[in-house]
């Protein structure tokens, strides 16, 4: 079965047990690694892998023969994107009309990261941002260091390792969001295409996840060889923040958060009403 999901430490730590073949009765995998931003845009089309990790933000566009997972994703509480700058307080209260016609880099258009800010920079940033440049996540922070751009949304391990590059937090999109909706933040999804035994595939993932939790160590030498320069104890951190209850099962409050977040995009205009609107019955979520 083919399958793509990032390099990232939760993605790898989630997926480890079934790509190691030590799942009974799961099939083997062919994996690819790839970035969000890639995986987004083959879910668009039928060309795609079997199973692949998106962003949420992308659904509206995935194509009709993939189905929304309910297990494997990232979703949590205390885990949302950051919006950096190279000075201001660290503490996120620095004001966010500092953005009013600014250069802000972010890692994808459709990236889950990036529908948060717009949602957010739609109340807070008068006049709204300048200019958007899309940049591969770990060229980021660099660039806002040196000065080639006035803020960076940045995600995954850079909510753990950013004050290493001098740079200071204006916010964090996720207790934004939190704060605003009472709600988890729903970040990356799971898709499979119907033509699967999805409750299987269900089932695969969920068995990998326990076998994940319940072997810790079993998945350390995988982890840290796509860990991108990561240390172990970042990578740690990581997986502690991105692999959660969520992860094994997106629950009535998963499906609630992204059907507020879709739904607030549609409000306005950030993302196809129609599709959000027959989401859920096209997505199988109440088919749990």
């Known amino acids: 079965m083919k399958i793509a999901y990032s390099p990232c430490p939760n993605d790898t730590f989630v997926f480890h047990a079934w790509s190691a073949g030590l799942i009974p009765g799961a099939p083997r995998l062919d994996v690819t690694y790839a970035d969000i931003d890639i995986t987004n845009g083959l879910s668009e089309g039928t060309d795609g892998p079997e199973v692949m990790k998106i962003s949420y933000a992308a ?24 919006v950096l700058t190279a000075g201001g307080p660290s503490d996120g209260q620095s004001d966010p009309a500092r953005l009013s016609g600014k250069t802000v880099a972010v890692p994808s258009e459709r990236s889950t990261a990036y529908l948060l800010f717009r949602l957010w920079a739609s109340r807070n940033v008068p006049g709204g941002i300048g200019r958007i440049i899309v940049m591969p996540f770990h060229q980021i922070m660099p660039a806002v260091q040196r000065g080639e751009i006035d803020a960076g949304l940045v995600i995954h391990e850079a909510r753990f390792t950013y004050k290493q590059y001098g ?14 909706t009472g709600l988890p933040i729903p970040l990356g999804a799971i898709v499979a295409k119907r033509s699967l ?22 998945s350390r030498e995988y982890v840290m060889s796509h860990a991108q320069e990561l240390s172990p104890e970042v990578a740690k951190s990581h997986i502690d923040l991105y692999v959660n209850g969520f992860t094994r099962d997106l629950g009535e409050d998963g499906f609630a958060a ?13 993302v196809p009403e129609a599709r959000v609107a027959s989401l859920r019955l096209r997505s199988g979520m109440n088919a749990r």
């Open 59 to 82: 659904l509206p566009w995935t194509h009709p023969d993939y189905a929304l997972l309910p297990c494997g994703g990232a979703l949590g509480r205390g885990c949302g994107p950051l």
């Open 258 to 270: 992204v059907d507020a977040l879709l739904g607030r995009a549609a409000a306005e205009g950030l």
């Open 167 to 180: 740079l200071a937090m204006l916010q964090d999109l996720g207790s934004w969001w939190e704060q605003d």
């Open 197 to 218: 035994d999805l409750e299987a595939v269900a089932g695969w993932i969920r068995a990998s996840v326990d076998y994940a939790w319940a072997n810790p160590e079993a």
